[in-house]
């Protein structure tokens, strides 16, 4: 584990020796309300390495190597994100394995049944949910991260050269700029709309207003014990506490704190007294018009696409989704927006 300024000195000049490297990432999310970057596996030439980011080590050196470098990872979005929000790391070029295999029609691509397919090997589970902000860190977690990065640049390979030799290293390289540049924009979380959890859009408008002022009550808990909001209390129980609030009955958990149990009950309390013009009213459904011309024109390009999908032995969706279909059948000057090129070639748009 390089936890270290000098640690991390070492094996700087062998990365920057190297034109690709294989990158993954672990947080908290599972165990803590504020996300932290816990670790960051590496792997290049011929070796794995483990990065401790809560260490007192300056990341900016390795940081600056890795954007100079190709970068190799399972499902690029995660990882990229939070090594952008955490270290404000951008990488330039990146290869994807999940989007290699989709184009190669495979339709299992998480890392377990890659390697299963590609090197017969079956990797190890049970780490998948742990707490990696543990330290220090238990050797058989240190193990399962390192096979995060181990097999990445083989697999690359292997990769690259079937989809060059069905042509479709070009189609591989635009949806990776596309996944990258997508990446890069960041997603804020509705402040106002938040609280609406799924399930919720169904239940009486009294009953909202109390699963609005639970679930604020729950995200106030969650940030000041610093743990996930479904470790205060889950949703299914939130939405059901809710219903019975106004039922009459008053909901209880037994793993509530005095404290938590005072202020659960006055949150609920206090959307209970509120006039009926407070309760939340049903979010305005945005309806696209529906006409002859407009579903005959989705139905074109559907079929164009499943044509094509059957020839290439892809994945329908992979080429364009039906919620794309209908986005570009509606309003056709937002297909370079949604489509990349080889996609809109395959539907001649």
Excluded at 185 to 206: F, I, M, Y
Excluded at 210 to 236: I, K, T
Aim: glycine letters at 4%; proline letters at 4%.
């Amino acid at each position: 584990m390089i936890t270290s300024d000098s640690q991390l000195a070492e094996i700087l000049p062998r990365l920057r020796a190297v034109e690709r490297v294989a990158v993954d990432t672990e947080a908290d999310s599972l165990h803590c309300y504020f996300e932290k970057l816990c670790l960051i596996q590496l792997t290049f030439d011929g070796q794995e390495f483990l990065v401790d980011p809560l260490a007192s080590i300056d990341l900016v050196p390795l940081c600056a190597a890795l954007a100079e470098k190709e970068i190799v990872l399972q499902g690029m979005d995660f990882d990229l994100r939070l090594l952008r929000r955490t270290l404000g790391f951008s990488a330039k070029e990146v290869f994807d394995t999940v989007i290699a295999a989709r184009l190669l029609g495979l339709r299992e691509f998480s890392l377990a049944a890659l390697v299963q397919q590609y090197f017969n090997i079956t990797l190890a589970k049970g780490s998948q949910k742990a707490n990696w902000a543990r330290r220090p860190l238990p050797a058989v977690m240190a193990e399962y991260a390192k096979n995060d990065t181990h097999y990445l640049l083989p697999l690359a390979a292997r990769m690259e050269a079937e989809l060059q030799e069905r042509g479709r290293t070009e189609w591989f390289r635009q949806s990776c700029r596309r996944a990258l540049e997508q990446a890069a924009v960041e997603r804020e979380r509705d402040p106002v709309q938040a609280w609406r959890l799924s399930g919720s859009g169904t239940l009486p408008a009294q009953t909202n207003a109390v699963v609005r002022a639970l679930w604020h009550w729950r995200d106030q808990e969650a940030q000041r014990s610093d743990r996930p909001a479904f470790h205060v209390l889950q949703n299914s129980a939130l939405l059901d506490a809710a219903a019975r609030f106004v039922a009459g009955e008053t909901p209880d958990f037994r793993h509530f704190s005095d404290r938590r149990r005072r202020g659960f009950l006055a949150a609920a309390n206090t959307a209970l007294a509120l006039p009926e013009s407070e309760w939340p009213s049903r979010p305005a459904r945005v309806n696209k018009p529906r006409t002859r011309d407009l579903d005959k024109r989705v139905e074109e390009l559907k079929q164009r696409r499943d044509k094509h999908a059957t020839e290439l032995a892809l994945d329908p969706s992979f080429i364009a989704s039906r919620g794309a279909l209908e986005t570009i059948a509606a309003d056709e000057s937002r297909t370079g927006q949604i489509l990349v090129e080889w996609q809109r070639e395959l539907l001649d748009l």
